[in-house]
């Protein structure tokens, strides 16, 4: 599954301007009403704010050409800034709201101007709402018709799969903190609001590290999806004068860019010129069919000559 350009730019842009916005709200509505769950909330807009921004710079420096330090190109380092993101959601979101939410519990104030931090948080919800819809649209072109669980787990666009995370973790919050302020409302006991602080703590725990743990895989070299191997495959073994393709290796560079190394045997009886010509057949087959596949790199192996190595070896 890819995600395209454009849309992953229009998905982080959409984000950015909700919880900009909505981040002003919540810090204004903390500051009237003393609510512990809006303070929170406040901090993870903000944390959410700056993480659009570092995953739109990731995407600009991943486009970066190739130079002689980095002759592959800086294509992950779009998974290092949505690694970045991951540890400010569990260190600046979860760890703030937890701080919130002990501090008020063992500390309760009284939320004033209920109605108010209320009003805030159902426009809060109408904002995150907006730009929710928009990243699940991109996530759902980019996922055809694989089942949405399956492509989360599989998806190698760390953007759009952080985008949807992060605000579908923001209206999850925004509900905990209206049931806080809530409950507290009908009980008069201010430690409902200090609950919701820390159970929002906990949600944006678990989107951290599920982030964290999908970036740490793309970052170290994760392999591209199954069905461009197996297309790689078929395209090798297609061609006359291949007798075997012995190993195809991918690693994902980035959401649209495919490091692949191909291993493949060749008809013993046919010349280095037409290898050669084989080798670019393959190349440009594989460029027209797989676009993502950024660099193809097609090594030539002799099955039977290793196998007779094998066999002295263990003799």
């Known amino acids: 599954m890819v ?43 903000l944390v959410d704010t700056v993480n659009e921004a570092l995953l739109a710079y990731g995407r600009r420096r991943a486009r970066l050409p190739a130079d002689e330090l980095h002759p592959l190109g800086y ?8 690694f970045v993101v991951a540890l400010l959601v569990f260190t600046l ?40 819809v928009a990243a699940v649209r991109a996530f759902n072109r980019a996922r055809g018709d694989l089942p949405f ?33 809530g409950l507290e409302l009908l009980t008069r006991d201010p430690r409902w609001d200090a609950l919701a602080s820390i159970l929002i703590a906990f949600l944006l725990g678990v989107v951290a590290i599920i982030l964290l743990a999908k970036a740490k895989h793309l970052l170290i070299g994760q392999t591209a999806s199954p069905e461009i191997a197996r297309a790689l495959r078929a395209i090798a073994a297609a061609q006359p004068g291949v007798t075997a393709v012995v190993e195809v290796l991918t690693i994902q560079q980035s959401v649209d860019a495919v490091l692949a190394v191909m291993r493949v045997d060749f008809d013993d009886g046919i010349e280095g010129a037409q290898v050669e010509r084989i080798v670019g057949d393959i190349a440009r087959d594989a460029q027209k069919r797989l676009p993502a596949v950024s660099r193809l790199f097609v090594s030539p192996f002799d099955t039977r000559r290793a196998a007779s190595q094998t066999g002295r070896q263990q003799d």
Request: with cysteine; charged share 15%; proline share 2%.
């Open 3 to 45: 995600a395209t350009t454009d849309g992953a730019n229009t998905v982080i842009l959409r984000a950015f301007l909700a919880n900009l916005g909505i981040a002003v709200a919540k810090f204004a509505g903390a500051a009237i009403t003393g609510s512990s769950a809006m303070m929170t909330e406040g901090v993870h807009s």
């Open 93 to 132: 979101g979860a760890g703030v709201a937890l701080y919130e939410g002990v501090a008020h519990w063992l500390h309760p104030v009284e939320t004033e101007r209920p109605a108010v931090a209320l009003g805030i948080l159902g426009i809060a919800a109408l904002l995150e709402g907006w730009s929710l």
């Open 149 to 181: 669980l399956r492509a989360v787990i599989d998806s190698r666009d760390t953007t759009t799969l952080s985008v949807m995370l992060e605000d579908a973790a923001a209206v999850c919050g925004l509900f905990i903190a209206a049931s806080g302020i």
């Open 75 to 82: 294509a992950r380092e779009q998974y290092f800034w949505s």
